[in-house]
């Protein structure tokens, strides 16, 4: 039996739905289940948030042929108590997962990673546990530059500046040069850049590593954006 989490559902035809399945040791499954109606209904338990384990095979009875099979489904534990912000957060993570990681693509050790974020949410809403998924999103999917090493290949240091540098990582960026930058936006704290690595964020230094995740999955993303962000706007 295999664990995971859905991160998406959509209905197909009567008594099925497609599901887009985060998989322990595997990466993103899409895959088709029957979830028949009445008593034995499987509704309440094809839902995001709720820890599965399940069997699947390779023939999905549909016309997608990457489409998987679930055969066996039941509850790991009970779904996890999200609410208001913890929620928004928890939905943004699934977004982000739809969108990046393709079916079939290994990223083996997201799981876990999404895992502890769900339960660390599900106990206190912190930003802090978005930008540790997403920073291990990105090294699983190749795209984090080092946050040990600068571009001359010196120890990232905590009372240095840094920039980042596309296909080359975080250039250090002197008093004097820094005077060029229009903002000090433009700029990012090494301090920052450990306690990312450690994950380990500070309150003031939450907003910036924010703006250096979003800068980075940005290539990921295309240009559409992702519609789970507005949940956060107030209204």
Same mark, same amino acid.
């Given at each position: 039996?295999?664990?995971?989490?859905?991160?998406?559902?959509?209905?197909?035809?009567?008594?099925?739905?497609?599901?887009?399945?985060?998989?322990?040791?595997?990466?993103?499954?899409?895959?088709?289940?029957?979830? *028949? +109606?009445?008593?034995? &209904? =499987? $509704?309440? #338990?094809? @839902?995001?948030?709720?820890?599965?384990?399940?069997?699947?095979?390779?023939?999905? *009875? +549909?016309?997608?042929? &990457? =489409? $998987?099979? #679930?055969? @066996?489904?039941?509850?790991?534990?009970?779904?996890?108590?999200?609410?208001?912000?913890?929620?928004?957060?928890?939905?943004?993570?699934?977004?982000?997962?739809?969108?990046?990681?393709?079916?079939?693509?290994?990223?083996?050790?997201?799981?876990?990673?999404?895992?502890?974020?769900?339960?660390?949410?599900?106990?206190?809403?912190?930003?802090?546990?978005?930008?540790?998924?997403?920073?291990?999103?990105?090294?699983?999917?190749?795209?984090?530059?080092?946050?040990?090493?600068?571009?001359?290949?010196?120890?990232?240091?905590?009372?240095?500046?840094?920039?980042?540098?596309?296909?080359?990582?975080?250039?250090?960026?002197?008093?004097?040069?820094?005077?060029?930058?229009?903002?000090?936006?433009?700029?990012?704290?090494?301090e920052m850049l450990i306690q990312l690595k450690q994950k380990q964020l500070t309150p003031e230094h939450?907003?910036?590593?924010?703006?250096?995740?979003?800068?980075?999955?940005?290539?990921?993303?295309?240009?559409?954006?992702?519609?789970?962000?507005?949940?956060?706007?107030?209204?």
């Amino acid at each position: 039996m295999l664990r995971g989490y859905i991160l998406h559902h959509r209905p197909y035809r009567e008594s099925s739905v497609i599901v887009n399945l985060l998989v322990d040791g595997v990466g993103r499954v899409d895959a088709l289940v029957r979830v *028949g +109606s009445g008593k034995k &209904s =499987l $509704k309440s #338990i094809i @839902q995001p948030f709720q820890p599965l384990i399940f069997q699947f095979n390779s023939k999905s *009875g +549909s016309t997608d042929s &990457s =489409l $998987k099979f #679930i055969t @066996q489904v039941e509850p790991a534990a009970p779904a996890l108590p999200l609410k208001a912000e913890s929620l928004y957060s928890a939905m943004y993570l699934n977004e982000l997962l739809v969108r990046v990681v393709n079916s079939g693509q290994h990223a083996e050790g997201l799981f876990l990673h999404y895992h502890r974020s769900l339960m660390d949410l599900a106990q206190q809403f912190s930003s802090s546990h978005l930008r540790y998924f997403e920073m291990e999103l990105l090294l699983e999917l190749g795209a984090l530059p080092s946050l040990d090493y600068d571009t001359l290949g010196e120890m990232i240091m905590a009372g240095c500046s840094y920039r980042f540098v596309a296909d080359a990582g975080f250039a250090v960026v002197n008093q004097a040069a820094s005077e060029h930058f229009s903002s000090s936006r433009n700029l990012l704290a090494g301090e920052m850049l450990i306690q990312l690595k450690q994950k380990q964020l500070t309150p003031e230094h939450l907003i910036q590593a924010k703006g250096l995740m979003r800068y980075l999955l940005t290539p990921l993303l295309g240009g559409k954006p992702l519609l789970s962000r507005k949940l956060f706007i107030k209204q």
